[in-house]
């Protein structure tokens, strides 16, 4: 990897990551080295166990890593703060959990807004920008619902709707297409393929979703802790 190379957003040169210590120690990240460039969706592909929840978990700056660099969107983690992490991933980040997250409190629209709220944008506007996003997925007669009266699909394109609304420059989602069928995943990776093509942004997915593969740019393939192989079935957008 060069260093100096601005149109990577994500670089990580021997990442390592345990957990545990003595003989309880578990070596997740084994010395990982893997990029995602701007205006480029990547996949990051492989058995489950291999340890990709954990790679963009450390990408995401939600755990720390145990060796290596890592480097995101020119910022190195290792040099940043705790609180300079939080603002740094709150401005810049966008991410979609395995698990949602919604808050029970508030309706569809109002989860997806908590990224612009939180930075500052009026609560009506937030709102309304999330109420769009959330048309744009199919969810417009959803916006007002609370989150128990969703399906597991419903409330994951929340969560989708919610790491986009801020246009942050990095989207990582995890298994985004997992509890979605065929054509409402296919309407879900073409918008992150198009959140994709610009060259100020790069997006990032964790998937086993075979039939969504036609969307990638590049395809990470991890395996035991490290990444075994990288294609490249699309070019990158050039500006």
Do not use: W
Not at 201 to 214: G, I, K
Request: overall charge positive; some cysteine.
């Amino acid at each position: 990897m060069n260093p100096s190379s601005s149109s990577q957003a994500v670089r990580c040169l021997s990442l390592r990551k345990h957990f545990g210590e003595g003989e309880a120690r578990i070596e997740v990240l084994r010395g990982v080295d893997f990029q995602a460039e701007l205006g480029k969706l990547t996949f990051l592909v492989g058995p489950s166990g291999c340890g990709k929840t954990t790679l963009i978990s450390v990408i995401a700056g939600l755990l720390d890593p145990s060796a290596g660099d890592l480097e995101v969107l020119n910022e190195n983690h290792g040099r940043m703060k705790a609180q300079e992490r939080i603002l740094f991933r709150r401005r810049n980040l966008g991410f979609v959990f395995q698990q949602y997250n919604l808050l029970p409190s508030l309706t569809a629209a109002e989860n997806a807004a908590v990224p612009l709220m939180a930075d500052g944008v009026k609560r009506g506007l937030a709102v309304k920008k999330a109420t769009a996003l959330l048309d744009r997925l199919g969810l417009a007669d959803k916006a007002a619902s609370m989150p128990r009266f969703l399906s597991g699909g419903q409330q994951q394109r929340v969560a989708l709707a919610r790491a986009l609304v801020h246009e942050p420059r990095l989207i990582i989602c995890d298994e985004p297409t997992a509890a979605l069928d065929h054509k409402t995943g296919e309407s879900v990776m073409g918008l992150l393929a198009s959140a994709a093509l610009s060259p100020d942004r790069a997006v990032v997915v964790v998937t086993h979703d075979n039939r969504v593969f036609h969307h990638a740019h590049t395809i990470a393939h991890m395996d035991d802790g490290i990444i075994t192989q990288v294609e490249t079935p699309k070019p990158a957008l050039t500006s």
